[in-house]
């Protein structure tokens, strides 16, 4: 007979998130492992991903890892197709062009558009129809908190994690009748390997005071949500974008 926590395991579920390598991407893995699920890592590079496979095959998980940039659609396709059943995808990749809008040319919005949105919409056309044969399935794509929160010089980023949420609500409303859930994670200021240098700096630590919690999240917490939005506890949760930002969005100034 299976208890309440029973339902937030992922026991015999396979789980891809992209780029996770290292920072958010590596702790919903580590998370999704923990709870029971395979974890097929993803990044551009098998040296990166190498050691991460023996952390995870040295605490006893099930794990294996595929490399592709997200921009080359033919790589993804076969990488996908030699994955297996895949039953959760969280889309975590995402590039940033810090330059001010009128410094950003129409090539280079369209193309991180292109890495950071539009190949969120070719991952989950792979890995839907398998998710519709067996009735079930779990799609999470990571935004930001700037998807409403809009900051100076990263207009192209912005209207790319924005998008996301907007996806994650239309396929929420076409697929919800399948058994997928679909629902967005927005996490806030998180202390990352990418944002450490930034956290003891002046700005850092106006970022700091802005939240409510008065702190940086460390990554790994990141990870519950993650995890509740996989798991069959969250099968009714569905269109909905997650905030993990210690209280930030819910505030006008701190």
Same mark, same amino acid.
């Given at each position: ?16 998130? #992209? ?25 551009? $590079? ?25 921009? =080359? /659609? ?12 895949? =039953? ?9 062009? /810090? ?55 990263? $207009? ?5 994690? %924005? ?5 994650? /609500? ?7 009748? #399948? %058994? ?5 994670? +927005?996490? %806030? ?16 630590? /106006?970022? $700091? ?26 099968? *009714?949760?569905?269109?909905? #974008?997650?905030?993990?930002? %210690?209280?930030? +969005?819910?505030? *006008?100034?701190?």
């Amino acid at each position: 007979m299976s208890t309440f926590p029973d339902r937030f395991r992922l026991d015999g579920r396979t789980a891809l998130i #992209t780029g996770s390598g290292r920072g958010l991407g590596w702790e919903i893995a580590k998370g999704l492992a923990e709870a029971g699920a395979k974890v097929l890592l993803h990044g551009r $590079s098998h040296e990166r991903l190498a050691p991460r496979l023996g952390e995870l095959a040295a605490a006893g998980h099930a794990a294996d890892a595929f490399c592709f940039d997200m921009a =080359d /659609r033919a790589a993804m396709q076969v990488e996908v197709s030699r994955a297996g059943p895949i =039953d959760i995808l969280v889309h975590n990749v995402g590039e940033r062009d /810090r330059r001010p809008f009128a410094e950003i040319e129409p090539e280079a919005f369209a193309r991180l558009i292109d890495v950071d949105l539009t190949a969120a919409h070719a991952l989950v056309r792979l890995v839907v129809p398998g998710m519709i044969e067996r009735g079930w399935g779990r799609l999470i794509l990571v935004t930001s908190i700037v998807g409403n929160l809009a900051v100076p010089g990263a $207009s192209s980023y912005i209207a790319a994690k %924005g998008g996301l949420s907007a996806l994650a /609500r239309a396929l929420a409303a076409e697929l919800g009748a #399948t %058994g997928i859930t679909s629902n967005a994670l +927005s996490p %806030g200021f998180f202390a990352t390997e990418t944002n450490a240098p930034m956290i003891a700096t002046p700005a850092g630590e /106006r970022l $700091s005071e802005r939240c409510p919690a008065k702190r940086w999240a460390e990554p790994w917490e990141i990870a519950g949500a993650a995890v509740f939005l996989a798991s069959p506890a969250a099968a *009714y949760v569905n269109g909905h #974008t997650l905030t993990v930002d %210690g209280g930030v +969005s819910a505030t *006008y100034l701190a």
